[in-house]
C-alpha cells in the first residue's frame, strides 16, 4: 500500500506541474477551454489512482444531470472528488478557502477556473461574497460546486452542513444536484495511504429552489444526501 500510495503521489505531483503550469496560458481564452484542459488533467489523476492504487468508481444518477448552470452539493471526505466532479461535470468552479490560491503550481490550476476563493473567518463578508460571486458565474453558465460541510468530514458520520450554498441558491433560483459518495473509505482525509476499493457516487435529482428558504433548501438537499450516506457506506452513520 505504500509504496503504491508514493508512485501515485509522485504521478500527482508531475501531472500537477505540467498541467497547473500549462493552464496559465489558457486564462486569455474562453473559459470552456481550461474547463476542458483541467477536465483531462483530473482524468488522469483518477485513472492513475484507479490503475496505481485500486481506487475504482462508479456513478449512478448520471441523467439527473440538467443542462448547465447549476449548483452542486456534494459530500467531502476526501482529496478525490474535486478531481472526479471535473470529470462528471463540465464547466464548473468551486468555493475554496483563498489560501488554496497560494500553494505552488496547485493554486495556479484552481486559479485558473475561476474559483470563489473566500476568508472562512471573515462570517458574514464570505457568505456575500458566495452569493455576489456566484450569481455572477451562474449567469455566465459555469456551474458551481459547494462542499456544505465546509471541510474535510469523517467517512464514518456527517459534518455540520453549512448555510451559505442554501442562501446563494435560494438568492438566485439556479437548482441544486446533490452528490453522495463514499470516497473517504478508499482515500481517507489526512492520510497518505490510499486503499483499494470502490467509490460509491450518487447523483440526485435536481433540487427546485424557487420560492423556498434557505432553510428549506438546506433541509432538502441535506436530507437527500445523508440519506444516501448508509446505503453506499456500511460504517456510516447519522447519529
Given at each position: 500500500?505504500?509504496?503504491?500510495?508514493?508512485f501515485f503521489s509522485v504521478a500527482m505531483i508531475l501531472l500537477t506541474i505540467i498541467f497547473?503550469?500549462?493552464?496559465?496560458?489558457?486564462?486569455?481564452?474562453?473559459?470552456?477551454?481550461?474547463?476542458?484542459?483541467?477536465?483531462?488533467?483530473?482524468?488522469?489523476?483518477?485513472?492513475?489512482?484507479?490503475?496505481?492504487?485500486?481506487?475504482?468508481?462508479?456513478?449512478?444518477?448520471?441523467?439527473?444531470?440538467?443542462?448547465?448552470?447549476?449548483?452542486?452539493f456534494s459530500k467531502h471526505q476526501s482529496t478525490w472528488e474535486p478531481y472526479a466532479l471535473?470529470?462528471?461535470?463540465?464547466?464548473?468552479?468551486?468555493?475554496?478557502?483563498?489560501?488554496?490560491?497560494?500553494?505552488?503550481?496547485?493554486?495556479?490550476?484552481?486559479?485558473?477556473?475561476?474559483?470563489?476563493?473566500?476568508?472562512?473567518?471573515?462570517?458574514?463578508?464570505?457568505?456575500?461574497?458566495?452569493?455576489?460571486?456566484?450569481?455572477?458565474?451562474?449567469?455566465?453558465?459555469?456551474?458551481?460546486?459547494?462542499?456544505?460541510?465546509?471541510?474535510?468530514?469523517?467517512?464514518?458520520?456527517?459534518?455540520?452542513?453549512?448555510?451559505?450554498?442554501?442562501?446563494?441558491?435560494?438568492?438566485?433560483?439556479?437548482?441544486?444536484?446533490?452528490?453522495?459518495?463514499?470516497?473517504?473509505?478508499?482515500?481517507?482525509?489526512?492520510?497518505?495511504?490510499?486503499?483499494?476499493?470502490?467509490?460509491?457516487?450518487?447523483?440526485?435529482?435536481?433540487?427546485?429552489?424557487?420560492?423556498?428558504?434557505?432553510?428549506?433548501?438546506?433541509?432538502?438537499?441535506?436530507?437527500?444526501?445523508?440519506?444516501?450516506?448508509?446505503?453506499?457506506?456500511?460504517?456510516?452513520?447519522?447519529?
Open positions: 500500500m505504500l509504496i503504491r500510495s508514493t497547473a503550469t500549462s493552464s496559465v496560458l489558457l486564462r486569455p481564452f474562453p473559459f470552456i477551454l481550461t474547463s476542458w484542459y483541467l477536465r483531462i488533467y483530473a482524468y488522469l489523476v483518477i485513472n492513475s489512482l484507479k490503475l496505481i492504487c485500486g481506487v475504482q468508481y462508479e456513478i449512478q444518477g448520471r441523467d439527473n444531470i440538467p443542462a448547465a448552470p447549476y449548483i452542486i471535473q470529470i462528471i461535470f463540465l464547466k464548473i468552479c468551486y468555493v475554496v478557502k483563498r489560501e488554496l490560491l497560494f500553494i505552488p503550481f496547485f493554486g495556479w490550476g484552481l486559479a485558473a477556473m475561476r474559483p470563489i476563493a473566500i476568508d472562512r473567518g471573515s462570517g458574514k463578508k464570505a457568505v456575500d461574497q458566495i452569493i455576489e460571486q456566484g450569481k455572477q458565474r451562474l449567469h455566465q453558465g459555469i456551474s458551481i460546486v459547494i462542499f456544505p460541510e465546509g471541510t474535510r468530514t469523517s467517512a464514518t458520520k456527517p459534518g455540520k452542513y453549512k448555510i451559505g450554498g442554501a442562501l446563494l441558491a435560494a438568492a438566485s433560483g439556479y437548482p441544486i444536484i446533490p452528490v453522495a459518495h463514499n470516497a473517504g473509505e478508499c482515500w481517507p482525509r489526512g492520510s497518505f495511504l490510499k486503499r483499494a476499493g470502490t467509490v460509491h457516487v450518487r447523483i440526485g435529482p435536481a433540487i427546485v429552489t424557487t420560492g423556498k428558504s434557505a432553510e428549506q433548501i438546506q433541509a432538502e438537499a441535506r436530507g437527500w444526501i445523508e440519506a444516501q450516506m448508509p446505503l453506499i457506506s456500511r460504517d456510516y452513520t447519522q447519529a
